[in-house]
């Protein structure tokens, strides 16, 4: 386990995980609906990005960019606070799996 890109799965049972490993775990694999950000519709109020548990909302510049793949949970948080319906929930079935989710979901 040293070094590249580790998930979950890499935590030995009933131990507790490596130090800083919340930035370098893969957790969004267990998804079942991903965020889809309408840029179109968003204003960069950053509601989703203050409410994410995940800090899976980036940003930059007060603008929000898009949504890391790579830590969001599918929790919907972000889609329940956003004014304008600019993030929708949609089925990760729709979505091709690949080897890791990367930074996707705009």
Request: charge should be neutral; glycine fraction near 14%.
């Given at each position: ?19 800083a490993s ?85």
């Open positions: 386990m040293s070094g590249g890109n580790w998930n979950w799965q890499d935590v030995p049972h009933g131990t507790i995980a490596w130090s919340a930035r370098e775990v893969e957790t969004g694999l267990w998804r079942s609906v991903r965020p889809v950000l309408d840029t179109g519709k968003c204003v960069s109020c950053l509601r989703c990005w203050v409410q994410c548990p995940d800090s899976s909302v980036r940003t930059e510049n007060a603008k929000v960019l898009g949504i890391d793949m790579f830590f969001c949970k599918g929790c919907g948080v972000c889609a329940a606070v956003c004014p304008t319906g600019a993030i929708s929930m949609l089925p990760e079935s729709e979505f091709q799996r690949g080897g890791g989710q990367g930074k996707e979901g705009e």
